[in-house]
């Protein structure tokens, strides 16, 4: 099977709704996957879908959910301030929300918003790339567990928070972090520093000393097509002897 662009489903069994992270450009395949990984038990839309930035692998796929697809009505489009400005002003995003195919609602910052019993999601900005958006990441929340999704930031130390501590927060059941360059030197014919992200081993040596309990909360993502998680045997089991996750698609987190 193909690997799809980076998306997270949360599924709510008890009120038979789930929500996507991240409008890909394979989120017509997404949907369909999604369906047959459920038998069809859940809506074919999701109730909703936050994004984080306005970098093409993030929000493109919203283009299936228009006139000339789907013809959805009111899906609900979350995300900060600047990407929902943007979804609004700029074409043929625009259009979406003219014809009522999707409802933009723009997000607070680190303040919990309720989408189902016991469920909240938090967005926070993180430092990236910011040049149609802000970049977001999101926490979601269920009862006493909680769950980080953050699949692009420039590096962990320009960020005003500190991931050791965010970690340690015994409610932290799983991290999905931004893993997509393993090293420096990935990008032979162009400088890496142009597209900053955390390298793997960068996030590794920063975890480095800590418990194995805290590691293996981490759950690697977002990986470029370049990265040898994708395709090197070893340096996956390097990574897992660690303790750390690698995400593999279709895979459920309870």
Known sequence: MARFVTSLALVDPAGKQWWMFEASP?????????????????????????????????YTGLMS?????????????????????????????????????????????????????????????????????ETAGYKINKRLRSYLFIPDIDKWSKWDKNLVDILSDSKIEYAFLDATFYADG?????????????????TMNLLNGESRSLNRKVVFIHFNHTNPLLFDQRTKIKVLKKGFGIAEQGRRYE
């Open 26 to 58: 394979d989120m017509d395949k997404q949907l369909q996957y999604f369906s047959e990984l459920t038998n069809g038990e859940y809506p074919y839309l999701p109730a909703g879908i936050f994004i984080t930035h306005a970098h093409i692998g993030h």
């Open 65 to 133: 959910l228009g006139k000339e697809a789907l013809g959805a009505s009111g899906v609900k489009v979350y995300g900060l301030p600047r990407m929902i400005e943007f979804l609004k002003t700029n074409g043929p995003w625009s259009q979406l929300v003219s014809l009522g195919n999707i409802e933009p609602v723009i997000l607070p910052t680190e303040l919990p918003v309720v989408i189902g019993k016991d469920l909240t999601i938090e967005a926070f900005s993180v430092p990236h790339r910011d040049e149609f958006s």
């Open 186 to 202: 990935e990008l032979p014919n162009r400088a890496i520093s142009e597209v900053p992200h955390p390298f793997v081993t960068e």
